[in-house]
């Protein structure tokens, strides 16, 4: 058997021994991230929903003076309540969100047909209003273009006369995309989950295995440093590869416990999505592998190697918040670009998209020439002999 | 047989090594005696090939370390400075893995750790982990490992740091039988009776440098002092006033 083999199958039976290990790479690592996901989408869906449903109350002032324009608001889901003294106060002192104010002379200028006028008293600087006052004024909206056709049509003129243009929006957006709007943060989770899964044994094969002084007698067998590193590196990626596998199964299970509402991410999280997944992912797997050991010996002790990688954690982050922040179509380089290509394709899968087997084929290979050259790198420190001495 | 030839070694302006000579032979107990940070360590590392010197040669059964590192560390067994064993592993997983790192085969590696097992008595321990070992029991496991694949050549640093009286002895017992097997046993240590109780030949290094080589009677008669320890501190004191750096 290869010294990497030797290293590499003692890594693993001790690390299947280590419950800290195992917590955070079988249990934490995979679970956590899908948890959260559901929380947030439940929250994110179920606020949305609840809003469109819920009736909507808002403080009426001068509500006897249109008693038909408050039915029909009513018809449409709206709740008055009774009117304030000092509105314009109560809303900048935001005890109320929404006050709809109707003017003394409204009653006067509907029957002599002029534009009679209603106010809205809000607070455009509260983002929690701003849904309220929306469909407030689009309850508004529908009932004055109602009552302008009723005129017209009073006086023998047909509607269309008054609507020269009409939109139709045509959404091209597949179901999938526009879900895919909140499933932004998901190629990130799924990456941290990696991360995650193999940060403790990386930790605990360099960092780790020198603060506890069996570095050195490691070192002088007749092994080189090259074997050893590898079957450490070995065993970080598969430790992350199962992380990463768990955390696939558990955000399909996920899938199925969304809001109705969505479409269901168990469905477009199936076998076809892990199947090409895992293998856009093994080549990040490794280079994270390797990162992470390279990160992890520069450190004395095992806590400062985890202050460090926890650190770590947020680089894969970069490419999402740019994404999001600064949307722009995919370009073929950036999915030769580590972290940005896997993003772009998981992406893509969720949204239902083609994926370019060239794309795929350029990022894999970038990745893996990066997870050489990163192995090289770390190679040169373990041969230094700053590494080899604990004390 | 051991060689080691005007060995040098600095890290940054501390000078750790400043020309040691000294020759261990086989069938004999070599003692590096000197007091703490006189370059025993860095000398040992030096010669286990995990630093590389500034200048000099070492030899291991005629082999130089600088060009054929691999080939010695194959012949020498190593108990390093740092001890370390994986707390996880039993004591029996622990001398296997270095035995398949040494290129032994399962069955191999694990007829050999049994052989080790019953020659350090400690078959009762195999199967533990060596997670809550004391002291003794750690060491003891430690040497197993770095005797797993035969060697001919075995250096030990500071191989009693830590051990109690019974411990100790058993220690003696294994370096007085691996010199009976013809072997080239070095050991380091600042502890004089170690000394007196083991070794044939006595290398003593102070600031770097030896400050005297020969058996027991020689350095006793050298000093013009009867006990040895008498004989260590005179050599030592000598070394300083010699202007040391």
């Known amino acids: ?23 955070n790479a079988l249990v934490l690592g995979p679970l956590l991230t899908p948890l959260l996901f559901l929380v947030l989408m439940h929250l994110i869906v179920g606020r949305e929903l609840e809003k469109a449903e819920k009736p ?6 001068g509500a006897k003076t249109a008693p038909n324009f408050i039915e029909a608001l009513k018809q449409q ?7 304030v003294a000092d509105p314009e106060a109560a809303v900048r002192e935001q005890r109320l969100d929404l006050v709809l104010r109707i003017a003394p002379k409204f009653a006067d200028d509907w029957r002599a047909g002029r534009p009679a006028q209603v106010e809205l008293i809000y607070d455009s600087s509260r983002q929690d209003v701003r849904s309220e006052v929306e469909r407030l004024e689009s309850m508004i909206q529908a009932f004055s273009t109602r009552s302008g056709s009723l005129r017209l049509l009073a006086r023998g003129i047909a509607p269309s006369v008054a609507a020269p243009i009409v939109i139709a929006s045509r959404d091209q957006a597949t179901p999938q995309a526009r879900g895919a709007l909140l499933l932004g943060m998901l190629p990130y989770f799924l990456i941290l989950t990696a991360l995650i899964g193999g940060m403790w044994l990386a930790i605990d094969s360099t960092a780790g295995e020198r603060e506890r002084q069996s570095l050195e007698p490691l070192l002088v067998n007749p092994v080189g440093r090259g074997q050893v590193l590898l079957g450490k590196m070995l065993a970080t990626a598969v430790f992350s590869m199962a992380s990463l596998l768990l955390g696939l199964l558990a955000f399909f299970a996920v899938g199925h416990l969304l809001p109705s509402d969505e479409p269901g991410l168990g469905l477009i999280i199936g076998p076809r999505f892990v199947l090409i997944v895992l293998p856009v992912m093994v080549p990040l797997v490794l280079l994270i592998a390797i990162a992470q050991i390279w990160v992890a010996s520069f450190a004395k002790s095992f806590r400062e190697a985890q202050t460090y990688l926890g650190l770590a954690q947020l680089v894969p982050l970069i490419p999402s918040v740019l994404m999001m922040a600064v949307p722009m179509r995919p370009q073929l380089w950036m999915s030769a670009v580590p972290l940005f290509g896997q993003q772009i394709t998981i992406l893509r899968l969720l949204r239902g998209e083609a994926i370019s087997a060239l794309a795929i084929g350029i990022g894999v290979s970038v990745t893996l020439a990066a997870a050489a050259a990163m192995f090289w790198v770390t190679l040169r420190l373990y041969r230094s002999e700053r590494v080899a001495i604990s004390a | 047989m051991i060689e080691v030839r005007d060995l040098w070694k600095a890290f940054g302006v501390t000078q750790a090594v400043a020309g040691v000579s000294f020759a261990a032979q086989d069938g004999q107990i070599t003692g590096l005696l000197g007091p703490n940070g006189a370059g025993k360590t860095t000398t040992l590392r030096m010669l286990y090939t995990l630093m590389r010197p500034d200048r000099g040669r070492i030899r291991v059964d005629g082999i130089d370390a600088a060009s054929a590192p691999m080939e010695v ?11 370390g064993l994986y707390k996880r592993l039993s004591a029996r997983e622990n001398i296997e893995y270095f035995a398949r790192l040494q290129g032994m085969n399962k069955e191999q590696a694990a007829a050999r750790c049994t052989a080790l097992l ?22 003891k496991t430690a040497i197993a490992r770095a005797l797993v694949h035969d060697p001919r050549n075995v250096v030990l640093d500071e191989p009693a740091n830590g051990l109690d009286v019974m411990a100790n002895r058993g220690l003696r017992e294994v370096l007085r039988s691996l010199r009976a097997e013809g072997r080239c046993v070095l050991i380091s240590t600042h502890i004089m009776q170690e000394v007196v109780a083991l070794c044939d030949h006595i290398v003593i290094i102070a600031f770097g440098r030896v400050v005297a080589d020969g058996t027991p009677e020689a350095l006793r008669e050298q000093s013009q002092q009867h006990n040895l320890e008498d004989a260590f501190m005179k050599i030592i004191g000598a070394a300083a006033l010699d202007g040391a750096p």
């Open chain 1, 56 to 61: 909507l109350p808002v403080v009426v002032v």
């Open chain 1, 1 to 23: 058997m290869k010294p990497a083999l030797v290293v590499f199958v003692k890594e693993c039976v001790e690390s299947l021994r280590d419950r800290r290990v195992l917590l």
């Open chain 2, 118 to 139: 019953r020659t350090l008595q400690m078959e009762a321990l195999a199967e533990r982990r060596t997670e809550g070992f004391s002291q003794g029991e750690r060491v």
């Open chain 2, 73 to 83: 560390r194959r012949r020498l067994g190593v108990l390093p400075d740092a001890r």
């Open chain 1, 77 to 83: 889901g709206m709740e008055p309540r009774p009117e």
